[in-house]
């Protein structure tokens, strides 16, 4: 049987041939695809050479070339658009992958060539690049076990494989809970509701097989409801729902896998000799300790908390007068926000949304990267994995850069959240294939589909990252594209958003769906001004999170992570009307793989950055200026993991930065 996973693709852009891809072709491919991997990093090994540079460090780059190619196409295709037959490949794989990863990790002849290599380094006359893939390959090897010996080795090998195990559970679980859930409304229960919730909802409501509109789990349709939904009996029904999932009981449930990942975390780190896994977790980090962590989180939790109990009291009122008595609770909050920002700013988002059509968004990016950076994007006909799903060829000057895909609608088979992943990463002789995928509410038929201003924030950001992927200029695959710090990683994307707030690029393309007009300027005026409204919710509500994360990871493992939760939000006095963005049964950015895992905190300590570095723009001549554009690109876009993360971001920016930007950008400095 010919697999097309193991042959060459013989296709426009090397593209993957989605059209021949079958679900049945990938166990065979990764089984072989593994076989190949083992064989290459025996013979690197057994290697009767001398150790070098080339024959051990590069050879082991392209060992596992065949597994990462299919491996690109099958976990793109198993986020994004899911079925049972995936679902069980990915359970399958799991213990596969990480069992392959502990024994290269674990090969102690390997271990032997790349730590004599690395005593050797003064003189092996490398690269800048080749110094650093050696220091990070020698310190990937430590960090998975190389060192450890006995019983701790085999130990350290079967925690690995459980953890990556529990973390895929987990992921399934929470799908399972977002898909089975659903309200359906009646005619009725639209009242109050603006026309493109009541359009989501018809639309999911088809999608499920239902006849009428229902309320799903998904965060483009929830959120409104929650903003605009004058019941209060059903605000509260959906968001008992949204908050409870991953925490139903029975097969689904998440608690009890939470409470293991984090003891098995905890020893994991110890038999490295860390104190505790936050201590191990952050040393590969820009913020390097948990102190470090903590001091910033800290710096802009007392501000942010201040103003959000201030805004709280002024929401109670609000609902008081309301006649609605007792206690503003957390499926209040986002209501009489909405009701307080339209009489505070006159903004409404039903006003809004039918200038901020996706398509005029997208085109909208792509003219901020060709101002920026030159690139050029054409939409080409190649086959892909999914109806929706769109594609366009970047090119700088003629050349090819790119091929860059977005996969923008929610649907069942698709897990939650937005994110920017490379089916293909860029190194030497080799062009990435970069995906954007999205969970924006797919229209009726023969309407535009429409965002909110935080839907179109979600779209320039990942394709910040995408960004992050296409310029990505170094010699090797493993520090290529976001390849980098975690803390680091979100400072192209939510360094990005900023120019969707330049007032000239919304004035270009946020334009009427129906009449084609511009949005007013006095619109774009008010839409701006409020971009830090209800700034004091959002910061708490990210904060109780970030914090949350953090204190799990340090000290002892909770044996009862819910109990646990509760403890440290009382700790630092979360307001009661606002839970936490991602609570423990569905923290999927910590529990459903290492990823977050005591770097929650990331997005912020990013933040920091993106503020002080878009002001550096302001400073220098402007949004587009061509020289800050250019040190973006040189020290941060094209250079992947190349240096440190601070030597990276001092290149580019001259010094450090400070958290000032940020409560500035937050509008919480002047609490
Ligand atoms: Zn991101």
Not at 588 to 594: L, M, N, T, V
């Amino acid at each position: 049987m010919t697999n097309p996973l193991l042959e060459p693709w013989d296709t426009p852009f090397d593209m993957p041939p989605f059209d021949r891809i079958e679900d049945g072709h990938f166990m065979k491919a990764v089984e072989t695809a593994l076989v190949q991997a083992r064989e290459a990093v025996e013979a690197i090994a057994s290697n009767p050479e001398t150790p070098s540079f080339t024959n051990t460090i590069e050879a082991l780059e392209t060992a596992d070339e065949t597994l990462g190619r299919v491996l690109g196409v099958f976990y793109n295709i198993a986020g994004a658009d899911t079925n049972d037959e995936r679902q069980e490949l990915s359970r399958e794989f799991s213990p596969m992958l990480s069992a392959y990863s502990s024994d290269v990790a674990m090969n102690t002849a390997l271990f032997a060539r790349i730590e004599a290599l690395w005593q050797s380094r003064d003189t092996l006359d490398l690269t800048g690049e080749q110094q650093r893939l050696l220091y990070l390959t020698r310190r990937r090897f430590v960090r998975a076990g190389a060192e450890l010996e006995g019983i701790a080795k085999d130990r350290l090998r079967s925690v690995t494989e459980r953890l990556s195990s529990l973390g895929v559970q987990f992921t399934q679980n929470l799908l399972a809970d977002e898909r089975d859930w659903m309200m359906e409304l009646t005619e009725d229960e639209l009242e109050g509701l603006p026309d493109f919730v009541i359009d989501a909802a018809r639309a999911a409501g088809a999608e499920r097989g239902v006849k009428g509109p229902v309320i799903t789990l998904s965060r483009s349709i929830i959120v409104p409801f929650l903003q605009f939904s004058p019941r209060r009996d059903l605000r509260e029904r959906a968001h008992a729902a949204w908050t409870a999932r991953g925490a139903n009981g029975g097969e689904t449930d998440n608690r009890a896998i939470a409470a293991e990942i984090l003891e098995l975390r905890e020893e994991r780190a110890g038999l490295l000799g860390y104190d505790d896994f936050a201590e191990f977790k952050l040393e590969t980090e820009m913020a390097k300790t948990p102190e470090a962590v903590r001091e910033l989180l800290m710096k802009v939790w007392e501000p942010a908390r201040d103003r959000a109990v201030e805004d709280g009291l002024r929401l109670s009122a609000m609902m008081h007068n309301d006649g609605v008595n007792g206690d503003l609770e957390p499926w209040d909050w986002r209501y009489y926000s909405e009701k307080r920002r339209m009489a505070e700013h006159d903004l409404d988002e039903s006003e809004i949304k039918p200038y901020l059509q996706l398509d005029r968004m997208i085109e909208a990016a792509f003219d901020c990267a060709n101002r920026l950076f030159g690139l050029d994007f054409a939409p080409v006909d190649v086959p892909l994995y999914h109806p929706d799903v769109r594609a366009w060829e970047v090119t700088r000057k003629g050349e090819h850069i790119a091929i860059f895909l977005g996969d923008y609608f929610a649907r069942g088979s698709k897990r939650s959240g937005a994110w920017c992943s490379a089916i293909r990463s860029q190194k030497a002789g080799v062009r990435p294939i970069v995906v954007n995928v999205c969970n924006f509410a797919k229209p009726s038929k023969g309407k535009p589909a429409l965002l909110s201003y935080d839907d179109a924030r979600t779209l320039f950001h990942e394709f910040g990252h995408a960004l992050h992927q296409m310029l990505s200029n170094v010699t090797y695959e493993s520090i290529s594209g976001t390849s980098v710090a975690r803390d680091f990683v979100e400072l192209p994307s939510q360094l990005f958003e900023h120019w969707l707030e330049v007032p000239e690029v919304l004035t270009k393309y946020a334009t009427h769906a129906d009449t084609g007009a511009p949005m007013p300027d006095e619109m774009r005026d008010r839409l701006l001004a409020a971009s830090t409204y209800d700034m004091g919710f959002h910061t708490v509500e990210y904060l109780g999170s970030a914090i949350v994360d953090l204190e799990f990871h340090t000290g002892e493992a909770p044996e009862d992570p819910i109990a646990r939760q509760q403890e440290i939000l009382d700790g630092i006095e979360m307001p009661k009307a606002i839970g936490m963005r991602h609570a423990t049964p569905h923290f999927a950015h910590i529990f459903s793989g290492d990823g977050y895992s005591s770097g929650y905190y990331s997005y912020m300590w990013s933040e920091v950055m993106d503020a002080d570095a878009f002001a550096a723009f302001q400073e220098a001549g402007g949004p587009f200026d061509p020289d800050m554009a250019e040190k973006l690109e040189r020290h941060i876009l094209s250079a992947g993991g190349s240096q440190e993360a601070a030597d990276a971001y001092i290149a580019f920016r001259g010094r450090m930065p400070g958290p000032e930007a940020l409560l500035k950008g937050r509008g919480l400095d002047a609490v």
